[in-house]
C-alpha cells in the first residue's frame, strides 16, 4: 500500500492532469446515455468515440493529406515571411530612435487589431484562396515577432556594448556579437506568440477566405452540419499547435544553454 | 535624443503623429495624382471621411457599436468572474492546478473560434451565441494569468506579513492581491483582442446587424469607403482598449514595467 | 623622462535625458609614467568612470586632448583594455570565448589566439573552466575572466573601473594580491578607479584624489610604502597614516546624501 502511495506521490502531477483529461471525455460520451438531450441540441451532439472514428477515418482515407498540405503551406509561408521582414525591421527600429518614433503608432494599432478585421479587405486584393490565408498568417506573426525583437535590441546591455566597442568593434560585429544574442531570447519568446497566431490566422483565414485547407474543411462542415468534423478538425489544429510549441520549446534551449536556469523561461 | 526644448515625450508624439498623418496624405496624393483610383479596389482618405460623416449622422454606427458592444460586455464579464476565481483557486491548491493545467492548456491551444458556426447553430445569431463565444475566448487569459499570478506570489513576503502579525484577511488584500493584480490586468489586455475576434467571427457567420456585420456588408457592396471606417474604428477601439489596460497595469504596479509584457 | 599618458586640461559635459546639462570633469589633468600604478579616488560621480571612458576612446571630451605614447588617442585601441565593475562578460560565450573577444575582434585566428586564451586562463586560476558560461561562476571569477579578457590583447595599459566592488570583501582581497602579482610580472601601466581608500593605498604608487563634481585634481599623494607589499604591511602604521591622510583629503568632498 504504502509503494503505491509514494508511487502516486511522485507522478500525482501527470496522473491528476490526465485523469481530469479522461474524466472530462468519459462524461461527456456518457452524457447523451444518462440525460435526455432536446431535440435541437441532440441533433449537434458528438461524443469523443465517433470525434475520435472519424478523425482516424478521415486521416486513413487521405482526405484531410490535401486539406493539410493547403494549410501547412499557408503557415509556413506566412510565418517565413513575417520572420524575413520583422528581424531586420525589428533591428533598424531598436537601433533608430526617429525611425521607432514614427512606426510606434502603426505598430501599436496593428498589433492590438484582431487580423480578423482585415480579412474582408485582404480577400477583396488577394482573392478567395491560399493567398489571403498567408497574408493573414503573416500580419498575425508579423507583430509580436517584431515588437518582441525591437524591446530585445532596444534593452541591450549598455556595458556589453562599451566593452565590446573598447576593443574596436565596429557597428556589425556589434550587431553580431552583442545585439543579436542579447536579443535571442525575446525573439524565441515572439516566435513562440507568432505561431500560436499564425495558426490562428490558418483558421480564420480558411474559415473565410478559402476554399481549402483544414480550416475551409471545418467550416463546410460545420455549414453542413457534420458535427464530428468540425471537433477532428479542431483536434488536429490542437496538436499542430502543441508540437509546434514544443519545438521552440527546445529551440529554446538549445540556444539558451548559457542563461540560468530559472530565467530560461518567461 | 533632444530637440532644442522639447521633452522626449513631446518629440515621440509628434513623430508618431507626423507620421500618420503623412500616411494619410500620401495615401490621398497618390491615389489622386499618381495612379488611377479604382474605387472597386480601394479607397481614399477624402472618401472615408465622407462616410465617417454619413454613418455617424445616419446613426448606423452607433446602433452597430451597440449592437457588437452588448455582447461583448455580458461575455467579457463572464470570463472575468468565472476566469480569474478559477486562476486565483488552481495558484492556491497544487492538486487543482495539475488537475486542470493540462486539460485548460489543451483547450487554449486549440482554435476555439472554430466552433462558431456550432454556437450560432446551437444558440442563435442574437445576443446568445456571441456572448458565449466571447465567454469562451477570453476566460482563457484570466485563469491562466491568475494563475501564474499567484504563482509568482513571493512567499517571503507572506511570511514577512505573518511575521508582522497580519491575518488571513491582510495576506490576500496586502500581498496576494497586488502581486496578482498587474497579471490579471495583462490578461485583460489579451482577453480583450480575443473578445473582439469572438464578436467579428459571431457576425461574420451569421448577424444582420453590429460592426463586424456592417464590415462584411460593405465590402460586398462595394462601398470600400464605409468598410474602411469600419476597419479604423474597430482598430481605434482595440487602441483604447490596449493602451488603456497598459497605462491601468502601469497605474496598478509602477514597480514593474516590462516583465508583463 | 616623458610621461607614458598626459593630457591636457579635460572638460565634458553630459545632457542626460530631459534634464540639465552637467558637467562631470573640468580641467582635469593627468600624467602617467609607463608602468606606473595609479588610483583615482573620489566621491560618487566625480566623474572617475567618465575619465576612464575618455582614456578608452569611448568617450570624447568636448575640450582638452590625451596622448598615449606620444600619440593622440581619437578611439579604442589596443594598446588599451578596460576591466569593468559590472563585469561585462557576455553571458552567452564560454569563459574561453569572452577571453579571446579581443584577439577576435583584431582577426586574430583561432589557432593564435586560442593558446594565448589559455595561459591566460590559467595565469587567473580558472583552468577547467574554460568551458563554462559566466552564469555558472562566482563574482571573483567572473571578474578573473574580465582581468584575463583585459590582458588577452596584450595592452601597455589597464584601466579599471572599480573592478573589486562588486566582490564580497574576502574575495577582494585575494584579488587585490593576485593583481599586484600579475602586474609585477607583466608591467602593465595601470590606471585603477576605485571607492575604497584602502585598495587605493594598498595597490598604488600614487593616489589621485578627486574633487566632487565637476571634477578635477584635488591633490597627488604618493604612497612610498616598500613592495611587494603583503598583506601584513596593510596592518602597519605607515599604512594606516597614508589612509588617514587620503581620508582627510577626500572628506570634505563627500556629500553625505550619497
Excluded at chain 1, 556589425?172 to 556579437?177: H, V
Excluded at chain 2, 478559477?86 to 495558484?91: A, D, E, F, I, Q
Excluded at chain 2, 446551437?122 to 491562466?144: E, Q, R, S, W
Excluded at chain 3, 567572473?142 to 570583501?169: I, Y
Amino acid at each position: 500500500m504504502n509503494r503505491y502511495l509514494s508511487q502516486y506521490r511522485e507522478n500525482e502531477e501527470h496522473i491528476l492532469g490526465w485523469g481530469f483529461i479522461v474524466l472530462f471525455l468519459l462524461a461527456w460520451e456518457l452524457t447523451p446515455h444518462l440525460v435526455a438531450l432536446p431535440k435541437g441540441l441532440a441533433l449537434f451532439f458528438t461524443t469523443p468515440y465517433h470525434i475520435a472514428l472519424k478523425l482516424f477515418d478521415m486521416v486513413t482515407s487521405g482526405e484531410v493529406a490535401f486539406h493539410f498540405y493547403v494549410s501547412g503551406s499557408e503557415f509556413v509561408i506566412g510565418l517565413g515571411l513575417s520572420i524575413l521582414v520583422a528581424l531586420p525591421l525589428g533591428l533598424v527600429m531598436g537601433r533608430f530612435y526617429t525611425l521607432n518614433a514614427m512606426f510606434d503608432p502603426f505598430v501599436t494599432a496593428f498589433n492590438a487589431t484582431p487580423r480578423l478585421v482585415f480579412l474582408p479587405l485582404v480577400v477583396l486584393w488577394f482573392g478567395f484562396g491560399i493567398w489571403s490565408t498567408v497574408v493573414i498568417v503573416f500580419i498575425g506573426a508579423l507583430f509580436p515577432l517584431l515588437i518582441n525583437t525591437y524591446e530585445g535590441v532596444k534593452n541591450v546591455d549598455r556595458v556589453l556594448v562599451n566593452v565590446v566597442r573598447s576593443f574596436g568593434a565596429n557597428e556589425w560585429q556589434l550587431m553580431k556579437i552583442v545585439v543579436l544574442p542579447n536579443s535571442m531570447p525575446y525573439i524565441i519568446a515572439g516566435l513562440r506568440l507568432a505561431i500560436g497566431r499564425a495558426i490562428l490566422g490558418v483558421v480564420v483565414g480558411e474559415f473565410f477566405g478559402s476554399d481549402q485547407g483544414v480550416g475551409f474543411l471545418m467550416a463546410e462542415a460545420a455549414g453542413n452540419y457534420i458535427v464530428d468534423v468540425v471537433f477532428a478538425g479542431l483536434i488536429l489544429f490542437m496538436g499542430i499547435s502543441l508540437v509546434m510549441t514544443m519545438a521552440v520549446k527546445k529551440l529554446e534551449d538549445r540556444l539558451s544553454r548559457w542563461r540560468p536556469e530559472q530565467v530560461k523561461t518567461f | 535624443m533632444r530637440f532644442g526644448v522639447l521633452s522626449e515625450r513631446s518629440v515621440r508624439f509628434l513623430l508618431g503623429a507626423g507620421a500618420v498623418t503623412g500616411f494619410f496624405l500620401v495615401w490621398e496624393f497618390l491615389l489622386t495624382f499618381v495612379f488611377t483610383f479604382n474605387p472597386f479596389f480601394i479607397t481614399k482618405p477624402s472618401l472615408m471621411w465622407d462616410a465617417t460623416g454619413d454613418l455617424i449622422l445616419s446613426g448606423e454606427l452607433w446602433k452597430d457599436l451597440y449592437i457588437s458592444g452588448t455582447p461583448f460586455v455580458f461575455g467579457f464579464a463572464a470570463a472575468v468572474v468565472v476566469g480569474i476565481p478559477l486562476g486565483v483557486v488552481m495558484g492556491w491548491r497544487r492538486r487543482v492546478a495539475f488537475a486542470l493545467d493540462p486539460f485548460l492548456t489543451a483547450l487554449y491551444a486549440s482554435p476555439l473560434v472554430a466552433l462558431a458556426p456550432l454556437l450560432i447553430v446551437m444558440f442563435g445569431v442574437g445576443i446568445k451565441g456571441k456572448t458565449i463565444l466571447i465567454f469562451l475566448l477570453a476566460v482563457f487569459p484570466f485563469i491562466f494569468n491568475a494563475f501564474a499570478g499567484v504563482r509568482s506570489v513571493d512567499t517571503l513576503l507572506i511570511n514577512v506579513v505573518r511575521s508582522l502579525g497580519g491575518k488571513e484577511r491582510d495576506l490576500y488584500f496586502k500581498v496576494i492581491l497586488p502581486s496578482t493584480l498587474p497579471y490579471i490586468v495583462a490578461g485583460a489586455r489579451i482577453a480583450i483582442g480575443r473578445g473582439i475576434v469572438g464578436i467579428i467571427v459571431g457576425e461574420f457567420y451569421a448577424a444582420s446587424e453590429g460592426i463586424g456585420h456592417a464590415l462584411i456588408w460593405f465590402g460586398d457592396m462595394y462601398q470600400l469607403g464605409h468598410m474602411f471606417v469600419c476597419i479604423l474604428v474597430l482598430m481605434i477601439v482595440a487602441v483604447i482598449f490596449t493602451v488603456g489596460l497598459r497605462k491601468a497595469e502601469l497605474a496598478i504596479a509602477p514597480w514593474r514595467t516590462q516583465e508583463t509584457r | 623622462m616623458e610621461p607614458y599618458i598626459r593630457s591636457t586640461d579635460i572638460t565634458l559635459t553630459f545632457t542626460p535625458k530631459n534634464r540639465d546639462p552637467v558637467t562631470a570633469l573640468k580641467d582635469f589633468r593627468i600624467e602617467l609614467n609607463s608602468g606606473e600604478f595609479v588610483s583615482i579616488v573620489g566621491p560618487s560621480g566625480c566623474g572617475k568612470s567618465t575619465f576612464l571612458n575618455v582614456l578608452l576612446g569611448l568617450l570624447k571630451p568636448d575640450m582638452g586632448e590625451m596622448e598615449i605614447g606620444g600619440k593622440k588617442i581619437t578611439g579604442p585601441g589596443v594598446e588599451r583594455a578596460m576591466v569593468f565593475q559590472e563585469f561585462g562578460l557576455l553571458p552567452w560565450r564560454t569563459v574561453m570565448a569572452n577571453v579571446e573577444l579581443g584577439p577576435e575582434l583584431k582577426g586574430e585566428s583561432v589557432a593564435s589566439r586560442r593558446p594565448r586564451a589559455q595561459e591566460l586562463i590559467n595565469l587567473v586560476g580558472l583552468t577547467g573552466f574554460e568551458g563554462h558560461f559566466p552564469h555558472e561562476l562566482s563574482g571573483g571569477m567572473k571578474q578573473r575572466v574580465g582581468l584575463a579578457r583585459a590582458l588577452a590583447t596584450d595592452p601597455e595599459v589597464l584601466l579599471m573601473d572599480e573592478p573589486f566592488a562588486a566582490l564580497d570583501a574576502q574575495t577582494r582581497d585575494l584579488m587585490q594580491a593576485e593583481l599586484l602579482q600579475i602586474w609585477d610580472k607583466h608591467k602593465k601601466t595601470v590606471l585603477f578607479v576605485t571607492h575604497s581608500i584602502e585598495e587605493a593605498a594598498y595597490l598604488s604608487d600614487r593616489v589621485i584624489v578627486m574633487t566632487a563634481r565637476p571634477g578635477k585634481t584635488k591633490r597627488i599623494i604618493k604612497i612610498n610604502l616598500p613592495r611587494p607589499r603583503g598583506y601584513e604591511m596593510r596592518l602597519s602604521p605607515e599604512f594606516n597614516d597614508i589612509k588617514l591622510d587620503i581620508w582627510n583629503t577626500l572628506k570634505d568632498e563627500l556629500n553625505p546624501r550619497e
